[in-house]
Nanobody, 124 residues
Framework: VQLQASGGGLVQAGGSVRLSCTAS????????VSWFRQTPGKERVRISC???????DYAESVKGRFTISRDNAKNTVYLQMNSLKPEDMAVYYC???????????????????WGQGTLVTVSS
């Protein structure tokens, strides 16, 4: 089982980037998928989640700028990041629970699967 986070890179403030979380060996369609980010010396923080039923949730810091979506046919979850700010610079991780969720399950707090992280650098 592997989650692969990709799409990070260098972007100017105000720009956009789309991150992808692609899974092998596990069906993301059966699970909520979350995006976290982490900066040096700080805890990993969840910034977005999409439930199995399609409900989305965002941290206040990214609400209105980031959009999470899923393509079940590609077993991939995306994070579209717009209007990037220098404070968005971080390593971004995707995560999913080991157990399948139901359609009405909320965003989970346990994560058995993690992607390896992709770095987003925002230049001011």
């Amino acid at each position: 089982v592997q989650l692969q986070a990709s799409g990070g890179g260098l972007v100017q403030a105000g720009g956009s980037v789309r991150l992808s979380c692609t899974a092998s060996g596990v069906a993301l369609a059966d699970r909520a998928v979350s995006w976290f980010r982490q900066t040096p010396g700080k805890e990993r923080v969840r910034i977005s989640c999409v439930t199995r039923g399609g409900r989305t949730d965002y941290a206040e810091s990214v609400k209105g700028r980031f959009t999470i979506s899923r393509d079940n046919a590609k077993n991939t979850v995306y994070l579209q990041m717009n209007s990037l700010k220098p404070e968005d610079m971080a390593v971004y991780y995707c995560a999913a629970p080991m157990n399948r969720n139901t359609l009405t399950s909320p965003c989970p707090s346990d994560f058995g699967y993690w992607g390896q992280g992709t770095l987003v650098t925002v230049s001011s």
